[in-house]
């Protein structure tokens, strides 16, 4: 098979919730724990870092592998969704897997794959430990798919486990509370290990305690540590004012980036424990003297090759792509949005079908233009649909039948002086980043 017929087999011959949602979702880890058996447990010849959390996992992970990077690590990272291709999912150093090793590794354990039939997660995730293994990296960060405990990832046993925040999200499986969605979030907490909890509220918070307690895990609060001092946002990122590393300017520009890189430094001075980092304590007034820190956040996207994050893609007029897609991160996302100057916003904008769509379509601004769309995704809800839920909101659109459509309208309308947002959904970012740029 050529590396594009492999792909489709790995998109079509097996459950994928990105693409079917529940009918794509498999519960336990049976089938991980078989493929990792056939493989001679690759996942125990490297270090891991465990990250998970409703919003922010993806930068987090990113950014960690970027300051291992600048350490000189040879560091996997393995992270979902895909925006363009397949192999973004893992990547050594930022360099994605190959396509040769991508077609070796399914042309010679299909059959072992198809006698046990096991979901696209369960194939990708053995297939990124096995190649990180096969590769020889130092250190990996393991992003989690969905959840925590019965997340196919969770067979791991890391140095150190990072849970940025627990929302309302894929709430059919991991439960209708905070409580019970930060119990299987905190199921990626292993014994005598440390973890770092980004965000928590009362209810979490208490979650995160016992199960810490009872596994003897040193826990780090990091809302609590405010590594994070003061903040300047801007087009082109954001400069952090620090407790410990000095000042930072970090290229991701979402303000919903602040929470993370707090995040992010109490891991850091967890890794600085672990004996993988030089220790720092830089004035906070004092440009961050620990060059790895200093540039793994100044060039996390070039490191690790992230993308969609605040993405500005277009300087005229500014268009910014953000796969910003549930609830909580729209509750960033709509406060960005309102403090945007411009003569006109245009907003192409589409959603899955397992998402808070009222919720979320309360916080649109209603004096943008709106370009109701969806994406290639069957989980994708009707630009019709959305469509009326505007007109309820008072939002003012039309709709299209795909991305393509949708942003050409946009450049047929916008002026060099307007504003462009592009999101809603991972999946129409893919699209856009597929087709349109």
């Given at each position: ?47 891991t870092i465990h990250v998970a959390g409703t919003n922010g996992k993806g930068s987090c992970s990113h950014t960690l592998a970027a300051i291992l990077q ?53 194939v990708t995730t053995a297939m990124a430990f096995k190649y990180f293994a096969d590769m020889k990296v130092d250190i990996s960060v393991i992003e989690v ?201 245009h907003i192409l904008f589409g959603m899955v079908d397992d998402k808070d769509i009222e919720g979320v379509m309360a916080l649109l601004p209603k004096d ?70």
């Open positions: 098979m050529s590396y594009q017929e492999t792909c489709e087999y790995l998109f079509n011959a097996m459950p994928m919730f990105e693409r079917q949602g529940a009918n794509g979702y498999k519960e336990g880890l049976g089938n991980s724990l078989a493929l990792d058996k056939h493989f001679g447990h690759p996942h125990k010849n490297f270090l600048m350490c000189g690590y040879k560091v996997g990272l393995y992270t979902s969704p895909h925006l363009v291709d397949f192999s973004e999912r893992i990547r050594i150093n930022g360099q994605p897997i190959s396509e040769e090793y991508v077609v070796n590794f399914v042309e010679q354990e299909k059959a072992f794959i198809e006698s046990i039939h096991p979901s696209f997660f369960e798919g969905l959840g925590g405990r019965l997340d196919c990832t969770n067979i791991i046993t890391p140095i150190l486990s990072v849970i940025t925040n627990i929302g309302m999200d894929h709430t059919q499986f991991l439960g209708s509370s905070l409580e019970q969605i930060a119990s299987e979030k905190a199921g990626i907490i292993k014994a005598d290990v440390p973890v770092v909890v980004g965000e928590t509220t009362p209810e979490t918070r208490a979650v995160f305690e016992a199960f810490a307690t009872e596994l003897h895990a040193p826990i780090t609060f990091a809302e609590s540590k405010s590594e994070v001092i003061g903040s300047t946002c801007s087009e082109k990122g954001i400069i952090y004012q620090t407790q410990h590393f000095g000042i930072l300017k970090g290229e991701l520009a979402g303000t919903y980036q602040v929470k993370n890189t707090n995040t992010v430094l109490c891991a850091v001075r967890q890794l600085e424990k672990l004996g993988f980092m030089h220790p720092v304590n830089c004035a906070p007034d004092k440009e961050c003297q620990n060059k790895e820190v200093r540039e793994g956040f100044k060039d996390v996207c070039m490191l690790t090759g992230l993308c969609g994050r605040w993405q500005t893609v277009c300087e005229k007029p500014r268009t910014v792509c953000d796969t910003g897609h549930n609830l909580p991160g729209w509750e960033y996302l709509s406060k960005q949005l309102a403090t945007i100057t411009c003569r006109k916003m943008a233009i709106y370009y109701f769309t969806k994406s290639s995704t069957k989980r994708a809800i009707s630009e019709n649909i959305l469509s009326l839920y505007g007109q309820q909101l008072g939002l003012q659109g039309k709709s299209f039948s795909n991305v393509v459509n949708a942003y050409n309208s946009i450049r047929d309308a916008a002026e060099d002086d307007d504003f462009v947002f592009i999101g809603g959904s991972s999946y129409v970012v893919a699209d856009f980043l597929k087709n349109c740029i």
